[in-house]
Nanobody
């Protein structure tokens, strides 16, 4: 496939959990750093978390301790477990493959999916 496919979004109440999945079969994701980013209409796409091919991770301060990124290289799948969700987590969440540059910048990524909507109500 030409782009990753995200799934698992939905609507939850504050304090709830969701698990997002990203099927990245169209790229050799096992050799690539992959990330989750999110976007609210009218705002820039913002970094959430990344994971290297070896499993090293990094998170935005706003999600540290609540979100966990993981990957299963045998399935070319990347996950984002989101716990203790807050209304400010409401956004479209995108899976992306790292290309080059600052890993906290959206422009450092290519191989974007269509996104999955996450809505958290108070």
């Amino acid at each position: 496939q030409a782009q990753p496919v995200e799934s698992g979004g939905g609507s939850v109440q504050a304090g709830g959990s969701l698990r997002l999945s990203c099927d990245a079969s169209g790229r050799t994701s096992s050799t690539k750093t992959m990330a989750w980013l999110r976007q609210v209409p009218g705002n820039e796409r913002e970094f959430v978390a990344y994971i290297t091919w070896s499993g090293a991770t990094n998170y935005a301060d706003s999600v540290q301790g609540r979100f966990t990124i993981s990957r299963d290289n045998s399935k070319n799948t990347i996950y984002l477990q989101m716990n203790d969700l807050k209304p400010e987590d409401t956004a479209v969440y995108y899976c992306a493959g790292y290309r080059s540059g600052n890993a906290y910048w959206a422009r450092s990524y290519d191989y974007w999916g269509q996104g999955t909507q996450v809505t958290v109500s108070s």
